[in-house]
T-cell receptor, first 112, second 113 residues
Framework: KNEVEQSPQNLTAQEGEFITINCSYS?????LHWLQQHPGGGIVSLFM???GKKKHGRLIATINIQEKHSSLHITASHPRDSAVYIC??????????????FGKGTKLSVKP | ETGVTQSPTHLIKTRGQQVTLRCSSQ?????VSWYQQALGQGPQFIFQ???????GRGNFPPRFSGLQFPNYSSELNVNALELDDSALYLC????????????FGPGTRLTVT
């Protein structure tokens, strides 16, 4: 079982829809990241969370430390939101303080 | 733009060959991490360098090695390439080891034939 699980794996939405991507993890963490990866590979950091909720434009990220669960929401989705969204956690333990453990990603496609 | 660059963008090598991938971190970032991302998978941690010393390693064999230089650049070297080494290789830099924010480069796509 992976330490970081995301759902769904693939998501197709119509422009304007509200989108939720979920992330569950099984290790103790110091922080959780939501990342966006466009075709071609480059990764952009969207949020870093250790508690509560953060909002940036149409994106909202929440985390529940007790339940080891985080969600990424996109309001009023747009075709340019089409990308792979990756959840990554920074484990409290392990060989390197800088080590991120990644989920497999959720591929989002927003149709016009 | 994260200020982190990688070269080359794409690379094709033959099984058994050796390859060097390069990363240029943001100025002042003392820590660089390297990740391997196979097709359809999330990135996997290879190793991290801090102030030119290896500071942690994932589950990768010794034929994966690295270097970090004082000018905030770094290298990932892979010897005796195998077909399964075909992947996107990402580097990410951060200010210090304990800095939570990592800035990713665009990646190098390596194909081993």
């Amino acid at each position: 079982k992976n330490e970081v699980e995301q759902s769904p794996q693939n998501l197709t939405a119509q422009e304007g829809e509200f989108i939720t991507i979920n992330c569950s993890y099984s290790v103790g963490i110091s922080a959780l990241h939501w990342l966006q990866q466009h075709p071609g590979g480059g990764i952009v950091s969207l949020f870093m969370l250790s508690s509560g909720k953060k909002k940036h434009g149409r994106l909202i990220a929440t985390i529940n430390i007790q339940e080891k669960h985080s969600s990424l929401h996109i309001t009023a989705s747009h075709p340019r939101d089409s990308a792979v969204y990756i959840c990554a956690v920074r484990s409290l333990y392990g060989g390197s303080q800088g080590n991120l453990i990644f989920g497999k990603g959720t591929k989002l496609s927003v149709k016009p | 733009e994260t200020g982190v660059t990688q070269s080359p963008t794409h690379l094709i090598k033959t099984r058994g060959q050796q390859v060097t991938l390069r990363c240029s971190s943001q100025s002042g970032h003392n820590t660089v991490s390297w990740y391997q991302q196979a097709l359809g998978q999330g990135p996997q941690f290879i190793f991290q360098y801090y102030r030119e010393e290896e500071n942690g390693r994932g589950n990768f064999p010794p034929r994966f090695s690295g270097l970090q230089f004082p000018n905030y650049s770094s290298e990932l070297n892979v010897n005796a390439l195998e077909l399964d080494d075909s992947a996107l290789y990402l580097c990410a830099s951060s200010l210090e080891i304990a800095s939570y924010e990592q800035y990713f480069g665009p990646g190098t796509r390596l194909t081993v034939t």
